[in-house]
């Protein structure tokens, strides 16, 4: 994904600086070289089988981290796509989410704190920003509540579970 496959009419993006325009329903902004997009749609939950999967994904990559982004369709978050190198040894997920290009779609991040902490760490929450609004924290031992949803700035939210 690159900026050269966004049409934006009468306008020559400027590559180096930041900004923001409007592509059908996601705003997409540059920021330090760095492509991001945040979906305009209003999210109503997330599905319970996908839910119930990264519950799984967590606790097979236990006692390591699992890190993926979120995507919706029809405003129900329904599928992940796994970040390549995720499963992560000692560093943190944050820094895999660096190297992923955002796609549209993108609702938001899932990653599991094996030490089933579950609040954003510092990385979380300056990652948070650039990956949608919803961010789902899956911590040991994985059972069916152990999952806490953030949004963007790193406060706890609501977030349904669409069965
Ligand atoms: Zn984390």
């Not at 540059?30 to 990264?54: E, H, N, V």
Request: glycine content about 10%; aromatic content about 10%; overall charge neutral.
């Amino acid at each position: 994904m690159s900026w050269r496959k966004f049409r934006y009419p009468g306008a020559v993006l400027p590559g180096k600086l930041r900004a923001f325009f409007a592509y059908q329903n996601e705003w997409i902004g540059t920021s330090a070289g760095t492509l991001f997009s945040c979906t305009m749609t209003t999210i109503r939950g997330i599905k319970q089988d996908l839910l119930r999967l990264l519950l799984e994904l967590g606790k097979n990559s236990h006692p390591k981290e699992f890190a993926a982004l979120l995507k919706e369709e029809d405003g129900v978050i329904s599928e992940l796509n796994l970040l390549p190198g995720t499963i992560t040894g000692s560093a943190s997920a944050s820094i895999f989410f660096d190297m992923m290009p955002l796609g549209t779609h993108t609702a938001g991040s899932a990653h599991s704190h094996p030490n089933g902490v579950l609040r954003p760490s510092n990385a979380d929450v300056n990652f948070f920003p650039r990956a949608g609004r919803y961010h789902l924290i899956i911590g040991s031992p994985y059972r069916e509540h152990d999952w806490r949803c953030f949004t963007a700035d790193g406060e706890p939210c609501d977030l349904a579970v669409i069965p």
